[in-house]
C-alpha cells in the first residue's frame, strides 16, 4: 500500500516563499500522477497541481500559475510544490495526492478521483 508523508508548510510572509515535499512510500509504489490540493477554512478542497509521473506533464490551477510550480524526483519518489509570491489566498491545509490509473473522464484536478493522500500540512500567509 502507497503511502505519502508530506513536509515543509508553516508561516510565511506575503510575498514570499516556501517549498512543500510528498515522499511516496511502500511496495508496490504505482502512480499515473502526483496532485496538490488544498482547503481553506470552511470551504472544500480545490485543485492546485498536478503532475504525470512518466514525461512530466504538468497542470495548474489559474490561481496558481505563474507562482507555484510542481517538479518530482524520480531517484527517491517524491513530488515537490514550489511556491513563491505567496499571497493571503495561499492560507490552507496543503494535501498531495496519488493518482494510480488515468481517469480521462475526470482529469487531473478532480480530487475524489485520487487512490492515496498524504497527511496535510498547514501553510499560512501573513500580511
Not at 509504489?29 to 478542497?45: C, H, L, N, V
Not at 495526492?97 to 478521483?113: I, K, N, Q, S
Amino acid at each position: 500500500q502507497e503511502q505519502l508523508v508530506q513536509s515543509g508548510g508553516g508561516l510565511v510572509q506575503a510575498g514570499g516563499s516556501l517549498r512543500l515535499s510528498c515522499a511516496a512510500s511502500g511496495r508496490p509504489f504505482s502512480a499515473y500522477a502526483m496532485g496538490w490540493f488544498r482547503q481553506a477554512s470552511g470551504k472544500e478542497r480545490e485543485f492546485v497541481a498536478a503532475i504525470v509521473w512518466k514525461g512530466g506533464t504538468t497542470r495548474y490551477a489559474d490561481s496558481v500559475k505563474g507562482r507555484f510550480t510542481v517538479s518530482r524526483d524520480n531517484t527517491d519518489n517524491t513530488v515537490f510544490l514550489q511556491m513563491n509570491s505567496v499571497v493571503a489566498e495561499d492560507t490552507a491545509v496543503y494535501y498531495c495526492g496519488g493518482l494510480r490509473t488515468p481517469t480521462p473522464d475526470f482529469g487531473l484536478e478532480y480530487a475524489p478521483a485520487y487512490d492515496y493522500w498524504g497527511q496535510g500540512t498547514q501553510v499560512t500567509v501573513s500580511l
